[in-house]
């Protein structure tokens, strides 16, 4: 692997987003930046997960998500679901139903609501496609940049 990775894949242009999951009794939601969307028609988003988050458990006994569009000012948020120790993330913020019942983070910049399509492995992650059923602006603002949380998810340290 080129030494070098961990600082310019930082240059790849990536927002921050909070997914949300849910199946028949639980709801959970990580942070994740690698999401992208994959096809106009049907509409399709890709987003790559760690397959031992608790999150991917719940995403692939529900097979609903929410990709949830975080705010340049919303670092804690990040942060928070980005922690792994905390079990109990959903208490203390502001969930609403989507049209499919999976949560929304009501403070996001705006979200997407969405159905499992298919998943694809791809090394130490695996690709989830989801089919886009709903989506809309919740807030004003800016949206976060990956390189805005330094190394929040500490990535510095995977590339070896
Ligand atoms: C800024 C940031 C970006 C992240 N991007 C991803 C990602 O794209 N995919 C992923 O699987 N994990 C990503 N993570 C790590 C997960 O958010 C983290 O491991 C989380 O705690 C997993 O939650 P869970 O085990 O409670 O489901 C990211 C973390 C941060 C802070």
């Given at each position: ?52 988050h608790?999150?991917y458990q ?14 340049h ?61 709903d ?26």
């Amino acid at each position: 692997m080129p030494n070098n990775l961990a600082t310019v894949a930082k240059l790849l242009t990536h927002g921050v987003y909070v997914i949300a999951v849910k199946d028949d009794t639980r709801e959970h939601a990580f942070t994740a930046a690698w999401v992208m969307q994959v096809s106009f028609d049907p509409p399709l988003l890709a987003f790559s997960i760690n397959p031992q988050h608790y999150s991917y458990q719940i995403l692939k006994a529900g097979g609903l998500c929410s990709i949830n569009v975080l705010a340049h000012s919303q670092l804690p948020i990040a942060a928070h679901f980005g922690d792994s120790s905390i079990r109990d993330k959903m208490s203390g913020y502001s969930w609403q139903p989507a049209q499919s019942g999976v949560p929304v983070l009501t403070e996001a910049l705006a979200y997407f609501d969405c159905v499992l399509s298919h998943v694809t492995p791809a090394g130490d992650h695996e690709i989830v496609v989801c089919q886009i059923v709903d989506a809309g602006i919740l807030n004003n603002g800016k949206p976060m940049r990956y390189s805005d949380t330094d190394n929040l998810d500490g990535a510095d340290d995977l590339y070896r």
